[in-house]
């Protein structure tokens, strides 16, 4: 069930960001719109996830995993809805960077506080509990839980949605340019919009988004498997399920506010250096035999590295996308599609070498290696790929989009320097000069299912 989880969302979030980037939102702004329809998914599905199935007790495994699967694909598809739409805004509210910064520092802030509040409800009500034993009997507990997150979750989606204004978009916002001076595009890149496919064949595309799993993948397997790390490796109490991963995020939460500072002054790039040193500083004190309480220092390591590892990658996301915010949905979306599939794939792959079913002697080791070698191969991948961007600046396009037109020279303004798309031949002719087209406007839309054209020349 967490890989059909993890395929959905990862097949869904790049569909989501193209079609939150070509949708007009109902007037009601295309980002907002899609938030809001993930909400309404997340908040009809999350609760059945986390509760028993309707009917008898005794069904089979494979009729449990048929009955939650609709549930979870719905409630992934919502998710990503949110995730990708709330992300793609941050680009649109401002073109500064260091404000950007500033934004996903305060959203990963809040991520951070929700979390905190989700393993404070979590720690009150196993702590309501006899057993100092996780088992069955505490199935009533995390469906009380799941219903306080519902609860809160559509509380702060409502304020959201009433006090957050989406700017509008201008008319030639969505619109690619078809003749730009070629000869000085790296001033006039901004003005030249991308479409989906143009990310496909920039380098750093790739390279982003490998240095967002990597990051992803830290932060993620080591807060899955750190419950059981502390209960079956360090053998602590079951409250230590909630207190552990609330100590991670309480010095996540701390770090957030320093990462925007520490971006602004130190750059993305040795921010990110050493965001992952702390971090592997961290797996290596888990590695320690028997830490016992200890676990709680290298939990704060863990916590502070990874809130400033996701807070400058998301950094780095916003740079890369600079003026292109037409398509920021989908470059968000292809950055989380890498994130939930490696993560899926991880914990499938770590799950097949497993010792045993139930917990055995083997277990103990077994769930230490995990928390040290998965995080930290991630950060040494996160690090390699770091290398490939020192001698680059990232939102920087040194070619034009290659869905456009050819662009033209305007030292030397002839019919010859303009070499047409098939667009402009339809619309103009093919034998058309370049007055004919400047008569028209210099900018025209290029986009699956027809042509809408700005007028932008000037007397």
């Not at 992952?276 to 863990?302: N, S």
């Amino acid at each position: 069930m967490l890989l059909i989880g993890q395929v959905s969302d990862a097949l869904c979030t790049p569909l989501i960001g193209y079609e939150s980037d070509r949708s007009l939102g109902c007037r009601y702004g295309k980002r907002k719109t899609w938030h809001l329809l993930g909400t309404i998914c997340v908040m009809s599905t999350f609760i059945f996830i986390f509760s028993p199935t309707l009917g008898p007790t005794d069904t089979s495994e494979w009729a449990k995993v048929i009955y939650f699967t609709p549930f979870i694909v719905i409630f992934q598809f919502g998710w990503a809805s949110t995730q990708i739409s709330h992300l793609s805004l941050i680009p649109e509210l401002t073109n500064v960077a260091t404000e950007r910064v500033a934004l996903n520092a305060i959203r990963y802030s809040f991520t951070v506080f929700a979390n905190i509040f989700v393993y404070g409800i979590c720690w009150v009500l196993l702590n309501s509990t006899d057993s100092s034993v996780l088992s069955s009997a505490d199935v009533p507990q995390f469906r009380y839980l799941a219903v306080i997150v519902v609860g809160t979750g559509a509380v702060f989606s409502l304020i959201f949605h009433c006090g957050t204004q989406e700017p509008k978009e201008s008319r030639t916002s969505t619109m690619p340019c078809c003749i730009v001076n070629k000869m000085k595009f790296g001033q006039n890149q901004e003005q030249c919009n991308m479409l989906w496919k143009d990310w496909l064949f920039e380098s750093q595309f790739y390279q982003v988004a490998l240095i967002y799993m990597s990051s992803r993948l830290m932060v993620n397997i080591s807060q899955v498997y750190i419950p059981m790390y502390v209960t079956e490796t360090l053998g602590l109490n079951k409250t230590t399920i909630a207190l552990v991963p609330l100590v991670i995020y309480v010095s996540g939460f701390t770090a957030s506010f320093l990462a925007g500072l520490v971006n602004k002054y130190l750059g993305r790039k040795l921010t990110y250096f050493i965001s992952v040193l702390v971090f592997l500083g961290g797996c290596g004190w888990l590695y320690v035999p028997d830490i016992g309480f200890q676990v709680y220092g290298a939990a704060c390591l863990l916590g502070a590295g990874g809130s400033t590892l996701l807070v400058t990658s998301l950094a780095l996301t916003s740079d890369l996308i600079s003026h292109n915010t037409e398509s920021g949905a989908f470059v968000y979306g292809a950055m989380s599609f890498t994130d939930k599939l490696s993560n899926g794939i991880a914990v499938i792959v770590i799950q097949y070498f497993h010792p045993c079913v139930n917990c055995c002697p083997a277990c103990k080791s077994f769930y230490k290696n995990v928390q040290v070698f998965v995080p930290g191969g991630a950060a040494v991948l996160g690090l390699v790929v770091l290398l490939t961007l020192l001698p680059v600046t990232v939102g920087t396009r040194k070619k034009p989009p290659r869905s456009y037109c050819k662009l033209r020279d305007t030292e030397e303004d002839t019919d010859s320097e303009i070499e047409q798309c098939d667009e402009c031949k339809r619309l103009f002719g093919v034998n058309s000069s370049s007055s004919d087209i400047d008569r028209y406007g210099s900018v025209h839309s290029i986009q699956e299912g027809g042509v809408s054209s700005s007028d932008t020349s000037t007397a």
